[in-house]
């Protein structure tokens, strides 16, 4: 099982005061915790006191309504009462074994993102959120999980970052797993109050922030098709691999094959610049796959196999760019139908880059979690995931993307003033041969080769390609090694579609960057 976390850094404006008893009345608190902060975009301050806050304030911490997840959520300057800092959040697992491992993967990785980011934090608050399953009643989720609160307070506790306060947020209710028994809260949990009617919901309505959803819906806009279409989805992509697999793996037509799926994908982002997005996301992301034909997505799918067409795909990331690359990519991601599901660490890669570098952390955290789902040695999704989660500024990958680009319009620009300036035939002297039939004349004094010892790798290399000249062959971007060489290595083992999917610049896998 792998299992690929989620984190994020606030600004964390915002001070804790006023600690609570378990029933919520202000005054001195009956155990440590109870009481936070949120301070949503706009600057104005939110005190929460009561654990029904702080169950409340959990999807405007997120950005979304959380299903089967653990969150912690870090406090700093204890001394000051308190702020909110990073967040992370796992998935449940399915397997009790699971838990230790997951409860010191989790608190580990918050603890030691928030000191790169320049503090450790002083206390944390954990949640468990998750509906009951089939004949189970919420308590009975609480009783079940209570194992796992306690190895997520022991996990940050010997990390010296203890856990202030832990809920468990089940069938529209709370408890506090760090409640002393003494009768305070209920032995059924207590109700939540009804989605957007606290303080905290009302200050961030106002401030623009909104919460999108659960994460289920959320990553319902990325996951493949199970409809009918599905099948003539497949058959395309069956088709197209047939017909571009060999061509991305010989090295003398790769490059052709990237320009042509290069130019499908700006076909098909003028056409969704052309058709404004609907409001819902569901309609939205219905009228995208309606103006994406199966043969297009089949070709796309294909092509963004290669690291290098992939890369060049990534340059469109911000401006007017941004948007209509960002909605390919996302059809692209739901149509890697039946067979094709780890082609899809492609799209969903891009869909992560695109959405950070625009400002989405969301999205992006989610996409690039489930491109590592697909493939989890996609280098590229790897370490845009870590970059995300550690909380980098984007722009030191976006000015690398831009400097290939201009290098590679810079080029462009020399060939063709060169071949304008190039005279013609009618131009050319009487009796003057084309360049092309031009003699190779040695402008220099001839320098004496020496002879080669046998068995040398000179002298081997020219037994293999006798008084043949070969030309230096190109490296993907990420530093693959050359191309062409799995064209040599094609009877080796494994079919066409494992071989393109794992980088067409020659490694099994995408291991270099």
């Not at 001195?28 to 654990?51: C, E, K, M, N, W």
Request: with cysteine.
């Amino acid at each position: 099982m792998t299992n690929h976390s989620e984190a994020a850094g606030t600004s964390g404006n915002g001070d804790i005061s006023g600690q609570t008893g378990c029933g919520g009345s202000r005054g001195p608190s009956a155990y440590l915790g109870h009481s936070a902060v949120a301070v949503p975009p706009g600057g104005q301050q939110v005190t929460l006191r009561t654990p029904g806050e702080l169950a409340d304030a959990l999807p405007y911490l997120l950005g979304y309504r959380p299903e089967d997840s653990i969150v912690l959520v870090a406090l700093h300057d204890r001394d000051a009462g308190g702020r909110f800092g990073g967040r992370a959040r796992l998935g449940i697992p399915a397997q009790t074994d699971d838990w230790p491992s997951v409860a010191h993967q989790l608190a580990h990785g918050l603890v030691t993102g928030s000191e790169r980011r320049g503090a450790k934090p002083e206390s944390m608050v954990a949640f468990l959120c998750q509906d009951p399953a089939s004949g189970e009643s919420p308590r009975d989720v609480m009783e079940r999980l209570r194992p796992l609160a306690q190895l997520l307070r022991r996990a940050c506790g010997t990390l010296d970052v203890p856990v202030v306060e832990a809920l468990c947020v089940s069938g529209n209710r709370f408890w506090s797993y760090c409640c002393p028994g003494n009768g305070c809260c209920s032995p059924e949990g207590e109700a939540m109050g009804l989605p957007g009617t606290s303080v905290l919901a009302a200050a961030a309505t106002y401030a623009g922030l909104q919460v999108r959803g659960t994460l289920k819906e959320l990553r319902g806009r990325l996951m493949p098709w199970e409809t009918a279409a599905a099948l003539q989805q497949e058959e395309a992509l069956d088709a197209a691999q047939s017909a571009l697999v060999p061509r991305i793996l010989d090295a003398e037509s790769r490059a052709d094959v990237a320009e042509e799926t290069l130019a499908v994908a700006r076909r098909v982002m003028g056409r969704l610049t052309d058709t404004p997005t609907l409001s819902g996301t569901l309609d939205a992301d219905l009228r995208d796959d309606e103006l994406l034909e199966h043969d297009d997505a089949a070709t796309l799918i294909l092509g963004l196999q290669d690291r290098a067409t992939r890369d060049r795909a990534a340059e469109w990331m911000e401006g007017d760019e941004a948007g209509p690359a960002l909605r390919l990519w996302r059809a692209l991601a739901r149509r890697c139908v039946g067979p094709y599901g780890e082609h899809a660490a492609a799209p969903l890669t891009l869909v992560g880059w695109v959405a950070w570098s625009s400002g989405d952390e969301l999205e992006a955290r989610e996409a690039l979690a489930m491109a590592l789902s697909a493939d989890p040695d996609y280098l590229f999704a790897r370490l845009l995931h870590q970059a995300c989660n550690e909380g980098l500024d984007p722009e030191s990958i976006r000015r690398c993307l831009r400097a290939e680009r201009k290098g590679r319009d810079l080029t462009a620009d020399r060939t063709e003033t060169a071949a304008a300036t190039e005279p013609t035939p009618s131009e050319q002297p009487p009796g003057a041969k084309p360049p092309s039939d031009q003699p190779c004349v040695a402008t220099g004094p001839r320098r004496r080769r020496r002879p080669r010892p046998e068995g040398s790798p000179d002298a081997r290399a020219t037994r293999r390609s006798p008084g043949a000249a070969h030309p230096r062959r190109s490296r993907s971007t990420e530093g693959g090694s050359p191309v062409g060489r799995r064209q040599a290595r094609a009877a080796d083992g494994g079919n066409d579609r494992t071989r393109a999917r794992r980088g067409a610049g020659g490694q099994a896998t995408e291991g270099e960057t």
